[in-house]
């Protein structure tokens, strides 16, 4: 079975405002950032370079985001990794800013190499605005335009380029800001585009498939009670990797907007090379989310990034100081050849290397530049740490330093400390992480326990790096290990009980959902089936009219939901299931956790709420989850190891089909299947 791979992004800047100068780092502007946190809007819509906004803000020459033990401070982004206005991509030729062809046939990129970077910030920016500070201007009501920002073109046209190409930026970067929340976001939009770029994250370099030519793919800073309009574009040219691609917004429940999840089979036809399209939706919610390709396993080659949605009412807001783009974590293997390849391999796919934040070494490589991560001692900060694994799961700590969870996968959840966390493929944590230790250098570590533990040579690391440490590697021990992570133990913040009445087995509707291998053709198969994606994606199925089960495709992988009921779901482990422990996610909702790996006693009382949980190792395991029927649509439930995915373990649960065929969707969204 092949799932159609993951998208390719490109943000649509339609009616972005600009930033006045003074925006900075813990900002929530409503937008995609560069490594810096400023906004660079312009006017005319498009957006300016953005390097990476986890670490230290340079994009250096490798094609990766993040700042590098003895990083000279330069800001190395490249035009390609930039934000600019994009024309109609379904226009001929799709031309960038310059009118020019950059496509590389060496790599098969078809990056815009425009000199669009020229709206740095200079050293020592302020940090985030100080509470109270007036929200955006009336529409139509710019404020002041920074010294040498272009005006605006003629309506639908960017505007003209600035003059040549700006210097180094002076060495030096400045530090932490001062304590305090982001300020109020502006608008949801923005462009992501898809393309393909040599990079070299670990030191060996291969193309790949990224977002505004970057990895991690520019964070998505949204702001709860906003529409987000993002368009992606798709300008794919490399053959050895899916042309194809779609994007998935991982953790948004897309409440009356099934269309725009970003599945291709399930609620759309992928995004063909030299085509776009725009993915609009109202957000509701707030929390650490992410992004990704969700055609095949065109992720796995690079098209992931953090998605992030401030909440200016966070209950929690008194327990750190800093919670700004620089706090953002992102995990994620790496592999060295391409995706289709290891596509094809039935069994373990072991990756190369861990990246935090962009960077990472493989056993017997290069000592490349690290990640790091800087921070203020005696302040609290607030790291979102997102797992965009294709594969492993992740021990994540920080040596010296506890940690507290505060949220878990978007959801709050009562503070809970750690020294350690088990992170799988698709989870989201937010940890609070208190700067007391003597001033130096300390590893983060995120090894991979089933692949490789090591830390040999600064495998599997990152830095945390105090102000006034000095420029090294660090030398610390890990530990000390005291306080275990306990799923158990989460609990939700607000409205914690589960939904329906208590007791396994007492839902409206009870399924099943037995997870095997089939050693004959080697497919995953939940319930004796295995999924195959359907010619005719299940949303436009539904709208066609097709209402039940028995008339829409895959046949015996579609299962249909009734409206406003509790659902149960248990995914009982036999202990001969490879591959595993299964992280399994549901789209479009949130669900309890009634009975966690490791235990046999149900929780109703107050479960953790999630999007991604681990089905466990054990055999005598059963995961149950539980939520409500209140979000018409298809909505596919898969391993998230992306390899067994892509080999059949999914289903798809067909959730009031009759309101869901009532659903509008966007003219473009048909056109897409033309």
Same mark, same amino acid.
């Given at each position: 079975?092949?799932?159609?791979?993951?998208?390719?992004?490109?943000?649509?800047?339609?009616?972005?405002?600009?930033?006045?100068?003074?925006?900075?780092?813990?900002?929530?502007?409503?937008?995609?950032?560069?490594?810096?946190?400023?906004?660079?809007?312009?006017?005319?819509?498009?957006l300016s370079s953005t390097p990476h906004p986890q670490v230290t803000g340079s994009a250096d020459v490798d094609g990766v985001h993040g700042s590098a033990v003895g990083d000279s401070g330069n800001d190395d982004s490249e035009a390609d990794g930039s934000l600019a206005s994009v024309p109609d991509p379904q226009t001929t030729g799709l031309p960038d800013d310059d009118g020019a062809d950059d496509s590389d046939p060496a790599d098969g990129s078809n990056a815009d190499d425009d000199d669009t970077d020229a709206f740095r910030t200079p050293p020592g920016r302020p940090g985030p605005r100080p509470p109270g500070r007036p929200g955006p !201007? /009336?529409?139509? &009501? @710019?404020?002041? %335009? #920074?010294?040498?920002? *272009?005006?605006?073109? $003629?309506?639908?046209?960017?505007?003209?380029?600035?003059?040549? !190409? /700006?210097?180094? &930026? @002076?060495?030096? %970067? #400045?530090?932490?800001? *001062?304590?305090?929340? $982001?300020?109020?976001?502006?608008?949801?939009?923005?462009?992501? !585009?898809?393309?393909? &770029?040599?990079?070299?994250?670990?030191?060996?370099?291969?193309?790949?498939?990224l977002a505004n030519g970057v990895f991690p793919g520019p964070i998505? !800073?949204?702001?709860?009670?906003?529409?987000?309009?993002?368009?992606?574009?798709?300008?794919?040219?490399?053959?050895?990797?899916?042309?194809?691609?779609?994007?998935?917004?991982?953790?948004?429940?897309?409440?009356?907007?099934?269309?725009?999840?970003?599945?291709?089979?399930?609620?759309?036809?992928?995004?063909?090379?030299?085509?776009?399209?725009?993915?609009?939706?109202?957000?509701g919610q707030t929390g650490t989310h992410w992004y990704h390709s969700h055609y095949g396993i065109q992720y796995c080659d690079g098209l992931r990034g953090p998605l992030i949605i401030y909440d200016p009412n966070d209950p929690h807001k008194g327990l750190y100081d800093v919670d700004d783009d620089r706090t953002v974590v992102t995990l994620s293997d790496w592999y060295h050849v391409a995706g289709p390849i290891l596509g094809n391999i039935f069994g373990n796919v072991v990756a190369n290397s861990t990246l935090i934040n962009g960077r990472g070494r493989y056993p017997g490589g290069p000592a490349v530049p690290l990640a790091v991560i800087n921070v203020r001692r005696g302040l609290r900060y607030r790291f979102r740490v997102i797992s965009m694994s294709c594969d492993p799961w992740f021990n994540f700590t920080i040596d010296g330093h506890r940690m507290t969870i505060i949220e878990a996968d978007g959801s709050e959840v009562q503070p809970v400390q750690v020294d350690s966390i088990p992170i799988f493929?698709?989870?989201?944590y937010s940890v609070v992480v208190t700067a007391n230790q003597p001033i130096g250098n300390y590893w983060i570590r995120s090894s991979t326990p089933a692949q490789n533990p090591s830390f040999t040579g600064g495998v599997n690391s990152a830095i945390l790096r105090y102000a006034e440490a000095p420029n090294s590697e660090p030398t610390s021990?890990?530990?000390?290990?005291?306080?275990?992570?306990?799923?158990?133990?989460?609990?939700?913040?607000?409205?914690?009980?589960?939904?329906?009445?208590?007791?396994?087995?007492?839902?409206?509707?009870?399924?099943?959902?037995?997870?095997?291998?089939?050693?004959?053709?080697?497919?995953?198969?939940?319930?004796?089936?295995?999924?195959?994606?359907?010619?005719?994606?299940?949303?436009?199925?539904?709208?066609?009219?097709?209402?039940?089960?028995?008339?829409?495709?895959?046949?015996?992988?579609?299962?249909?939901?009734?409206?406003?009921?509790?659902?149960?779901?248990?995914?009982?482990?036999?202990?001969?299931?490879?591959?595993?422990?299964?992280?399994?996610?549901?789209?479009?909702?949130?669900?309890?956790?009634?009975?966690?790996?490791?235990?046999?006693?149900?929780?109703?009382?107050?479960?953790?709420?999630?999007?991604?949980?681990?089905?466990?190792?054990?055999?005598?395991?059963?995961?149950?989850?539980?939520?409500?029927?209140?979000?018409?649509?298809?909505?596919?439930?898969?391993?998230?190891?992306?390899?067994?995915?892509?080999?059949?373990?999914?289903?798809?649960?067909?959730?009031?089909?009759?309101?869901?065929?009532?659903?509008?969707?966007?003219?473009?969204?048909?056109?897409?299947?033309?």
């Open positions: 079975m092949l799932l159609l791979p993951l998208v390719v992004l490109s943000l649509f800047a339609a009616n972005v405002l600009s930033i006045p100068p003074t925006q900075t780092s813990g900002s929530t502007d409503d937008s995609i950032v560069d490594g810096n946190g400023i906004d660079n809007s312009k006017i005319d819509g498009s !201007r /009336p529409p139509g &009501r @710019p404020g002041p %335009r #920074p010294p040498g920002r *272009p005006g605006p073109g $003629p309506p639908g046209r960017p505007g003209p380029r600035p003059p040549g !190409r /700006p210097g180094p &930026r @002076p060495p030096g %970067r #400045p530090g932490p800001g *001062p304590p305090g929340q $982001p300020g109020p976001g502006l608008v949801n939009s923005g462009e992501l !585009r898809i393309v393909n &770029r040599n990079i070299a994250p670990d030191g060996f370099s291969r193309s790949a498939v998505i !800073r949204l702001t709860k009670g906003r529409q987000a309009a993002i368009r992606v574009t798709n300008l794919l040219t490399n053959t050895s990797m899916d042309t194809n691609t779609s994007v998935h917004w991982h953790g948004i429940f897309q409440t009356r907007t099934n269309w725009a999840d970003g599945v291709p089979s399930v609620t759309q036809c992928p995004i063909k090379p030299q085509r776009s399209f725009l993915y609009r939706f109202n957000v493929a698709g989870q989201r021990s890990p530990g000390p290990y005291q306080l275990a992570f306990d799923e158990g133990k989460l609990h939700p913040l607000i409205n914690p009980a589960a939904p329906g009445r208590p007791g396994i087995g007492n839902a409206d509707v009870n399924i099943r959902l037995a997870a095997s291998l089939n050693t004959s053709t080697r497919l995953f198969e939940i319930n004796g089936v295995p999924f195959n994606d359907p010619p005719t994606p299940v949303l436009l199925q539904i709208l066609s009219g097709n209402l039940h089960p028995a008339q829409l495709l895959p046949s015996g992988s579609i299962y249909e939901l009734p409206p406003n009921k509790v659902v149960e779901l248990s995914f009982p482990n036999n202990g001969f299931l490879p591959g595993g422990p299964h992280p399994i996610h549901l789209h479009g909702h949130e669900f309890s956790v009634v009975r966690v790996s490791g235990s046999n006693t149900p929780n109703f009382v107050n479960p953790v709420r999630r999007d991604v949980v681990s089905m466990g190792s054990a055999s005598s395991d059963n995961v149950t989850i539980r939520f409500r029927t209140d979000n018409p649509g298809p909505w596919i439930i898969h391993c998230h190891i992306d390899w067994h995915l892509h080999h059949g373990f999914a289903v798809v649960m067909a959730e009031s089909t009759a309101q869901a065929s009532r659903l509008p969707v966007p003219v473009d969204w048909r056109q897409l299947c033309n």
